[in-house]
């Protein structure tokens, strides 16, 4: 039987505030068949400004999102579900922003 899989992403984005500064917020949650799908998604909303789930920063300079890869497979009628994590950046991010997105 085929696995099934999926892919999730949360995370946090940096972000220029309007009165100077930067800060972070929450992402956007993000879900794709693949994980270079979510990815591109995930970029396409950071280069538009949509990536911030509502915060409405100047600009956002970047993204940590932990990526989310989901496994089913299905053995004897019951579903068996598997998870791994991994840590992904987009973005033009300095070091000092790095470490920022490190303490959300």
Do not use: C
Not at 82 to 89: A, I
Request: proline letters at 1%; aromatic letters at 8%.
């Amino acid at each position: 039987m085929k696995d099934k899989i999926k892919y999730n992403a949360n995370g946090y984005v940096l972000g220029n505030l309007w009165g100077g500064g930067i800060g972070g917020y929450r992402s956007e949650p993000l879900e794709a068949k693949t994980k270079e799908d979510l990815l591109k998604q995930a970029k396409k909303k950071l280069k538009d400004g949509s990536l911030d789930s509502g915060m409405g920063f100047d600009g956002l300079l970047g993204a940590k999102l932990l990526i989310e890869k989901v496994t089913t497979k299905t053995i004897g009628g019951r579903d068996f579900v598997h998870r791994e994590h991994e840590n992904e950046y987009i973005g033009n991010l300095t070091e000092e922003q790095l470490d920022f997105l490190e303490e959300l």
